[in-house]
């Protein structure tokens, strides 16, 4: 479908000979964060024509503590936004490899028509600049060491664009849009400067990793996920898995998510990784001696845990609206989805003049999310309130599962949520009839101004 064009509305007079962000600045929509969410919600408005600024409160490149996984459905996302996959740093993988039990199996990504046949491994310290760059490089206005500090609203209550602090020196400044998306992550300051509250029946999940030197698994063509670890203090089964993703540039990227159930309390990530390592093969390299980096860890806001996703002139995309998926942990291929949905919704509100009719099409965002997502993510949410935040992955995997090549398929591809559409095969098909019998969520109300 093409995408829409969008003449300058009149609202704002962008000032777009600032080329190195000195001063106030005016936009059609100010994206809040340039992670994969942000850039990619950026260079889609850049593409329809939308003067849109970016506002990153670090400086590129940065780390971000990650697996730097992405699956056939983040590649697909990649090719779409132009970016050179083949370029030297990204290192393809075929599948996944599962160990659990004293099992290992290894599963082929699926050769669908809609995706590619392979994942790709690349640092988030790496990937963020790429997307970044790509968004620039399509006419969005990136400005870096801004750290936005509170949203700016009109006498209505709707946000008219957001405060900040830009430069080492910290400099505050005052950016202004009829529409803001807000990519900032899992501590969401925008959207809870503006209301919007996480749902407390949502757990949160944690991750940790650390980076290690191995010549002997850095060109692994797979990814491998340890589904049968126990947390250090409890001795309960891990609500999670641990992962050991090869970079291709001599490392790998070792680190462990989970999801614990609130009768079970927080789970101690780096004890129970240096647990773990204590299991695995000596000449794979992975001690204290190879460590590359400290170990980091972080939070990962679960399963559309912040509603609405649209308020007030506002549209949450990535962490900052909870859309890691509550099956796997994955985000980054979320994050891109939704930011290219969200642009689209954007750049289409602003061919309507201010008022009912545009609100009527920013609406739309959080319908369409509804749609895509919607019924994948409350199976999951009951997956992991039911199994995997209790028991972790081990009971997904048990012998029968892991010795039946057509069940470890399908289960790949539903914790992936990979499927044609429509159907190419028996697995296709089964997951699009499970999905069907979910009931869809609720609509949520959208928070009138006050």
Same mark, same amino acid.
């Given at each position: 479908?093409?995408?829409?064009?969008?003449?300058?509305?009149?609202?704002?007079?962008?000032?777009?000979?600032?080329?190195?962000?000195?001063?106030?600045?005016?936009?059609?929509?100010?994206?809040?964060?340039?992670?994969?969410?942000?850039?990619?919600?950026?260079?889609? &408005?850049?593409?329809?024509?939308?003067?849109?600024?970016?506002?990153?409160?670090?400086?590129?490149?940065? !780390?971000?503590?990650?697996?730097?996984?992405?699956?056939?459905?983040?590649?697909?996302?990649?090719?779409?936004?132009?970016?050179?996959?083949?370029?030297?740093?990204?290192?393809?993988?075929?599948?996944?490899?599962?160990?659990?039990?004293?099992?290992?199996?290894?599963?082929?990504?699926?050769?669908?028509?809609?995706?590619?046949?392979?994942?790709?491994?690349?640092?988030?310290?790496?990937?963020?600049?790429?997307? /970044?760059?790509?968004?620039?490089? /399509?006419?969005?206005?990136?400005?870096?060491?801004?750290?936005?500090?509170?949203?700016?609203?009109?006498?209505?209550?709707?946000?008219?664009?957001?405060?900040?602090? /830009?430069?080492?020196?910290?400099?505050?400044?005052?950016?202004?849009?009829? &529409?803001?998306?807000?990519?900032?992550?899992?501590?969401?300051?925008?959207?809870?400067?503006?209301?919007?509250?996480? !749902?407390?029946?949502?757990?949160?999940?944690?991750?940790?990793?650390?980076?290690?030197?191995?010549?002997?698994?850095?060109?692994?063509?797979?990814?491998?996920?340890?589904?049968?670890?126990?947390?250090?203090?409890?001795?309960?089964?891990?609500?999670?898995?641990?992962?050991?993703?090869?970079?291709? !540039?001599?490392?790998?990227?070792?680190?462990?998510?989970?999801?614990?159930?609130?009768?079970?309390?927080?789970? !101690?990530?780096?004890?129970?990784?240096?647990?773990?390592?204590?299991?695995?093969?000596?000449?794979?390299?992975?001690?204290?001696?190879?460590?590359?980096?400290?170990?980091?860890?972080?939070?990962?806001?679960?399963?559309?845990?912040?509603?609405?996703?649209?308020?007030?002139?506002?549209?949450?995309?990535?962490?900052?609206?909870?859309?890691?998926?509550?099956?796997?942990?994955?985000?980054?291929?979320?994050?891109?989805?939704?930011?290219?949905?969200?642009?689209?919704?954007?750049?289409?509100?602003?061919?309507?003049?201010?008022?009912?009719?545009?609100?009527?099409?920013?609406?739309?965002?959080?319908?369409?999310?509804?749609?895509?997502?919607?019924?994948?993510?409350?199976?999951?949410?009951?997956?992991?309130?039911?199994?995997?935040?209790?028991?972790?992955?081990?009971?997904?995997?048990?012998?029968?599962?892991?010795?039946?090549?057509?069940?470890?398929?399908?289960?790949?591809?539903?914790?992936?949520?990979? /499927?044609?559409?429509?159907?190419?095969?028996?697995?296709?098909?089964? &997951?699009?009839?499970?999905?069907?019998?979910?009931?869809?969520?609720?609509?949520?109300?959208?928070?009138?101004?006050?």
């Amino acid at each position: 479908m093409r995408r829409p064009t969008v003449p300058s509305t009149g609202e704002l007079h962008p000032d777009r000979g600032n080329g190195n962000g000195d001063g106030d600045e005016d936009a059609q929509v100010i994206v809040v964060g340039a992670g994969p969410a942000g850039s990619t919600a950026a260079l889609y &408005l850049a593409r329809s024509g939308v003067d849109v600024l970016l506002l990153e409160k670090s400086a590129f490149p940065r !780390d971000k503590v990650c697996g730097d996984g992405l699956t056939p459905r983040g590649v697909h996302q990649l090719v779409r936004m132009g970016v050179d996959i083949d370029a030297p740093g990204w290192l393809r993988n075929r599948g996944m490899r599962w160990v659990c039990g004293g099992r290992q199996v290894t599963i082929d990504w699926p050769d669908l028509g809609s995706y590619p046949d392979f994942g790709l491994t690349r640092s988030r310290h790496d990937f963020d600049d790429i997307l /970044a760059r790509q968004a620039r490089t /399509a006419g969005a206005r990136l400005r870096t060491e801004v750290r936005a500090t509170g949203p700016l609203t009109d006498r209505t209550g709707r946000i008219v664009g957001v405060s900040a602090l /830009a430069g080492a020196d910290r400099q505050p400044r005052t950016y202004r849009a009829p &529409l803001v998306i807000a990519a900032d992550g899992a501590s969401a300051r925008t959207a809870l400067a503006m209301g919007l509250r996480r !749902d407390p029946r949502r757990a949160i999940a944690t991750a940790g990793r650390r980076y290690y030197r191995s010549s002997t698994r850095t060109h692994d063509p797979y990814l491998e996920l340890w589904a049968d670890l126990r947390c250090s203090r409890t001795g309960r089964d891990l609500p999670g898995y641990g992962w050991i993703f090869p970079l291709g !540039d001599g490392r790998v990227n070792v680190g462990l998510g989970a999801l614990p159930h609130r009768d079970h309390g927080p789970v !101690d990530l780096r004890s129970t990784l240096d647990q773990w390592l204590t299991r695995l093969p000596q000449d794979w390299g992975l001690t204290e001696e190879n460590a590359d980096s400290p170990f980091r860890s972080a939070a990962l806001p679960m399963g559309f845990n912040r509603h609405p996703q649209y308020s007030r002139g506002l549209l949450l995309i990535g962490d900052s609206a909870g859309m890691v998926s509550p099956w796997s942990g994955e985000g980054i291929v979320q994050a891109m989805e939704a930011g290219e949905v969200a642009a689209e919704t954007a750049a289409l509100a602003l061919l309507r003049p201010g008022g009912p009719g545009r609100e009527q099409a920013l609406r739309q965002y959080p319908s369409e999310v509804n749609r895509r997502w919607g019924r994948y993510y409350r199976l999951g949410n009951t997956a992991a309130d039911l199994i995997l935040g209790r028991y972790g992955y081990r009971p997904l995997l048990n012998r029968h599962v892991m010795s039946s090549p057509a069940l470890l398929r399908t289960l790949a591809r539903l914790l992936t949520h990979v /499927a044609d559409e429509p159907s190419h095969d028996l697995i296709d098909r089964t &997951l699009h009839a499970l999905l069907r019998v979910v009931p869809a969520p609720p609509a949520r109300r959208i928070t009138p101004a006050p």
